[in-house]
């Protein structure tokens, strides 16, 4: 073959001395740092028309975010709808998941929830109908209520967090489950804080800075 | 063609920057569109689309005929402000809009039916999402109680569409379609250029309506900041104050953003070496002191040596391609970087910016601009203070000079083919290319000095690129002189719209650079795959030359260095399309390289290096 071109060596070059981690961020190369994952809650406006929903999930499906529940339903204004996107990254990439909802034209406002917001998702547990009285019992545990009952079946609703959700379904476990439905979680903040539609005003480069909290 | 022309398109006027004089471009539109209200009124929904093109400012449309879209062209048959370019192919029409889009500053528009029509688009509006690149798609549809029944022609455009557009439109209103267009066409020019596509169902274009559309409004959720925050702007100041060993690092957002004065004024005022992205090619001239041209995979020496060894890098509207950073973890480590982009989305995506700055290029070069003083008086620093690396930049361009040897018994070199075209070329004449290795020597060997004046498929790397974009952009700037560099194997993917070019006579030199392979492919294979060339030779192709006069264009064949001038020059002075067959080297490979995913600083200069790192 032919082409090149003359110049030293690659090992007789100037190098740096610096380094970053594969997320683009400069670290001392003398210690390995990167960032855990951890679970944020989106609470999104929208827009209510058509074609959102699969805007918003494909956005996340092509840029790899990884999503453990979405809900969407209504708000008391009957043009906005409210997606409460619940995910699990390292810190940059809930900053980049942000930022790229906040992009799409039919999206109004993109807020992480606070930590400590209430969260509350509703599970329906089908279970063998045989043992009615001990499962009356084990719903009553969990506040939850026998909502249908047949020889064969009962189906028990419990509302709350996805830990105590996730704890029922275990609880109901020794009375063989047979269809779990979840729909996700429902969250807003504590106190009197409010996320309406408004329109959003601020993008400026102060906001993307302060990483953990954007409110 | 070699009629000096003004050296930029003159957009002012399109574009939505607002601090013009006197009477605001939106006030002139208004007036216009309601002229047009009174003295024509739309009545139906097609005659709206065509409507709201016109009070948008547009011009020209590319497209394709077909079912769907009629209603859409029995519009047009009474306009007389829109003039609509016929191409072969909708491919063809999506990559000469985008092209015009490029040289023109203002949103390019493509036209197709449904079904294959809409699909065949979509490579356009794909490269044009990957290169920020101002377009508006329109798409015929099936009528709207067929959709979801998949009718004749039928393709979910919205849905195939969608994650390569700013936002797709599924018109479903006759009252309200010409605004929708008016939106996407706004929305494609508004904060960070890119695609729309309108969907349009035939029952709403042909359905009565009689509101008349107004000018266009941009979607009232999409509103990027102008100015960055003042706070950031005063630090990132003082860190290019306080920095050795400083660059610029000039992308395509700048050349989007008019922002080359604001850019060339801020390089040279404080004397920092200013390297380009690809896309940012032409936003600082290449024969400046201070340009080390660009950097990334197949850039300059002395810019990948600056890149990776600078401390302070202030980068503006660029989203630090892979192509660009090779491997993120060896990117200018020990740089701070100050990111300026319009799109907050770009920031630290790749990346991280230490001094984020969230705006438009020209105003925050601006507020940088106004900072400076303030910031070399608190650091007791002065532009001087970047003398040593300064001097340090232009000794790597002695160390590592873009040459190549030119034997008179080897087969010609594509190398001296451009930088002969180059010196011959009027100094505002625009390059176009398709994509591969002759790509790489266009924006390697010709010499840029103004922006927009080279048209590439960057991100997506669209072969076929070549052909239909030189004729968007010589329709862009009918005054200026359009090459396009095409290799054999890209311009085969859309020779037919060569048609095009002959028909409406357009003044544009094709020169493809021909190996008889797909030379990036094969070369590749011959550095990674042990030379193992799968389906990347021709073992016979046409004679380019020949099937250029079959399509009614001038041919040329180029096999010696003794004729490079003549047929150049024959070329050039012939009035029409002419096609040069340049019969090059086919084994020369394109350098300097950094292997994908590799360190900058790494560069192979030769193809033994690339054993070495």
């Keep these: 073959m032919t082409g090149g071109m003359p110049g030293p060596h690659p090992d007789e070059r100037m190098r740096p001395e610096g380094r970053r981690n594969s997320q683009g961020i400069r670290i001392d190369p003398e210690v390995e740092a990167t960032h855990q994952p951890r679970r944020a809650v989106l609470s999104t406006l929208v827009k209510h028309e058509p074609g959102v929903l699969s805007e918003v999930s494909a956005l996340f499906s092509r840029r790899q975010f990884n999503i453990e529940s979405l809900t969407v339903g209504a708000t008391d204004d009957p043009e906005v709808a409210r997606m409460t996107i619940v995910i699990e990254e390292p810190e940059p990439g809930i900053e980049q998941a942000k930022k790229q909802v906040r992009k799409l034209v039919p999206v109004i406002s993109v807020e992480e929830l606070e930590p400590q917001a209430v969260q509350r998702e509703l599970v329906l547990v089908k279970v063998d109908g045989a043992k009615p009285d001990d499962v009356n019992a084990v719903a009553d545990m969990y506040d939850g209520n026998v909502v249908d009952a047949s020889a064969e079946a009962i189906t028990v609703e419990i509302t709350g967090s996805a830990q105590k959700v996730d704890a029922a379904i275990e609880a109901f476990d020794q009375f063989t489950v047979r269809e779990v439905v979840r729909t996700g979680a429902a969250a807003i903040d504590r106190g009197a804080e409010t996320l309406r539609a408004e329109r959003r005003t601020d993008t400026t480069a102060a906001s993307t800075a302060e990483t953990a909290t954007d409110d | ?613």
């Design chain 2, 1 to 613: 063609m070699s009629e000096q022309a003004p050296v930029s398109p003159d957009t002012e006027g399109e574009t939505t920057d607002t601090d013009t004089d006197g009477q605001s471009p939106a006030e002139t539109l208004d007036e216009r569109a309601d002229e047009r209200a009174e003295e024509t009124p739309v009545t139906t929904g097609a005659q709206s689309v065509i409507r709201a093109l016109e009070n948008a400012g547009a011009e020209m449309l590319f497209g394709v005929q077909g079912g769907a879209i009629m209603p859409v062209y029995d519009a047009l048959y009474d306009s007389e402000e829109l003039t609509h370019i016929t191409m072969a192919h909708e491919q063809g029409a999506s990559h000469a809009a985008d092209a015009y889009g490029i040289v023109s500053g203002k949103p390019g528009v493509c036209m197709a039916t449904s079904g294959p029509g809409a699909t065949n688009l979509v490579t356009g509006i794909a490269d044009a999402s990957m290169d920020s690149d101002p377009m508006i798609a329109l798409t015929g549809q099936v009528p709207t109680n067929f959709v979801g029944n998949d009718a004749f022609q039928e393709t979910d455009t919205v849905g195939v569409t969608q994650p390569v557009t700013k936002h797709s439109y599924f018109a479903d209103d006759s009252d309200t379609v010409g605004d929708e267009v008016g939106e996407a066409f706004a929305l494609a020019d508004e904060g960070r250029q890119g695609p729309t596509l309108v969907d349009l169902p035939k029952d709403v274009t042909k359905g009565e309506t009689e509101v008349q559309p107004g000018t266009p409004e941009k979607p009232d959720t999409y509103n990027p900041p102008t100015e960055a925050d003042a706070d950031w702007v005063a630090a990132a100041a003082n860190a290019l104050a306080e920095a050795e060993r400083p660059v610029v690092l000039s992308g395509g957002g700048v050349i989007k953003a008019d922002a080359s004065d604001e850019l060339r004024a801020f390089a040279k005022e404080y004397e920092i070496p200013v390297i380009t992205t690809m896309p940012g090619i032409g936003s600082f001239p290449e024969d400046h002191d201070l340009s080390l041209e660009w950097a990334g995979m197949h850039g300059t020496g002395y810019a990948n040596m600056a890149i990776t060894n600078t401390d302070c890098m202030l980068a503006i509207g660029t989203r630090f391609d892979d192509r660009l950073t090779g491997d993120v973890e060896t990117f200018a480590p020990d740089a701070e970087i100050i990111h300026v982009d319009i799109d907050e989305a770009e920031i630290s995506k790749n990346i991280e910016a230490d001094y984020p700055l969230v705006g438009d290029a020209k105003h925050v070069l601006r507020q940088l601009d106004d900072a400076m003083e303030a910031a070399y008086d608190a650091a007791d620093s002065s532009p001087e203070r970047y003398a040593e690396w300064r001097e340090q930049c232009t000794e790597w361009k002695d160390e590592y000079p873009m040459t190549y040897d030119t034997p008179d018994d080897e087969p010609l070199k594509p190398q001296y083919v451009v930088e002969r075209f180059s010196e011959l070329a009027d100094d505002d004449a625009i390059v176009t290319t398709g994509v591969g290795q002759h790509q790489m020597w266009a924006s390697q060997f010709w010499e840029f000095t103004e922006p927009r004046t080279w048209v590439s498929s960057h991100g997506l790397g669209t072969m076929g690129y070549g052909v239909p974009s030189a004729i968007g952009a010589k329709l862009a700037a009918p005054d200026q002189e359009v090459v396009c560099f095409d290799g054999d194997g890209s311009f085969l993917m859309t020779v037919q719209e060569l048609s095009v070019a002959v028909r409406e006579d357009l003044d544009v030199t094709y020169v493809i650079l021909n190996n008889e392979a797909v030379g990036m492919v094969r070369q590749w294979q011959d550095g990674f795959y042990e030379g193992r060339r799968m389906a990347s030779e021709y073992p016979w192709i046409p004679e380019f030359d020949m099937l250029a006069e079959a399509f009614g264009a001038r041919g040329f064949r180029l096999e010696d260095y003794d004729s490079v001038d003549e047929v150049i020059e024959k070329a050039r002075s012939y009035d029409g399309p002419a096609v040069v067959d340049a019969i090059i080297d086919p084994a020369e490979n394109v350098y300097p390289m950094v292997p994908s995913g590799g360190d900058n600083g790494l560069f192979a200069l030769q193809e033994d290096h690339l054993d070495d790192i």
